[in-house]
């Protein structure tokens, strides 16, 4: 009897595309779960206390709010740290003593990112084993640079408020998505390679 096929769903692509496949796959990973995303998390603008947040008209308002409360925490605390003169309430206003502050609301919350950047490690080539040990680190490191995302767009407002758009909107954003392009190259070219030691 003759070996059975294994069924595979790997896409063939043109030789002159094959170098590339890992990064066609990063990207298209990012475009389409940033569209789930779009169209499946809604949530309002965060003016009161208590910001719902539905996914498919779930209520799932709780992590939302966790990390947001916990993202304005460390970054209130760390200001006052460094000496930087501020307050903060319970809606996660973080005021400097001129006026100017800032807000932190549930889209702030880095949970997007999270959930991008598990989307392109789980469908990233490589190793199960590796996967579920790569990703927890992935997601404190994407914890970290929203904190910092914070920390530079408050450190900025306090003199320079017209600057808020720029920086929340393009500069930190896109920043954002660097260092999950990053993390996937590490994943990529890196942990996701069986390495054979002679």
Known sequence: ??????????????????????????????????????????????????????????????????LTNSAATHSYNILKFIGQDLTINDLNIIKYHNGNAIRIVWSC???KQMYIFICTILFSRGNWKKKIFAIPIGLVIIYGTNILRILIITSCIENHKEWFHLLHEYITKYGFYIIIFLLWVIWDEVLSVNRINH
């Open 109 to 111: 919350s880095g949970l």
């Open 1 to 66: 009897m003759g070996q059975k096929k294994k069924f595979s769903l790997t896409l063939k692509l043109p030789a002159e595309y094959e170098p590339y496949r890992g990064i066609l796959l990063f990207v298209a990973t990012l475009l389409i779960a940033n569209t789930i995303w779009k169209f499946s998390i809604h949530g309002d603008d965060g003016t009161t206390a208590y910001s719902s947040v539905l996914l498919w008209g779930m209520d799932v308002t709780f992590p939302f709010q966790f």
